[in-house]
């Protein structure tokens, strides 16, 4: 899915987040996904952008659960880009 044309890896990514986000249940492939966001180019802004949109539609508890494990990968050494 990842090398089709039409769409680059950073929304790609961005929308594998929104997605994780309003499963609520997919927790460790979310923080996988924010990760990956940062490493091809998405921004910590645009992800927790992402992750508020997604209070309307996924629920709020959804979108804090998310946050809280976005703040852990950007808190934590690997979720830095490069690294």
Do not use: K, W
Request: aromatic share 4%.
């Amino acid at each position: 899915m990842y090398s089709r044309a039409g769409l680059d890896l950073r929304d790609r990514e961005l929308i594998t987040v929104a997605i994780c986000t309003a499963l609520g249940t997919a927790a460790p492939q979310l923080r996988l996904h924010i990760g990956g966001c940062l490493n091809v180019g998405g921004t910590r802004d645009e992800i927790v952008e992402v992750i508020t949109q997604m209070a309307v539609y996924a629920g709020f508890p959804a979108a804090l659960n998310a946050l809280a494990a976005a703040r852990e990968v950007f808190d934590s050494p690997a979720g830095e880009p490069g690294r």
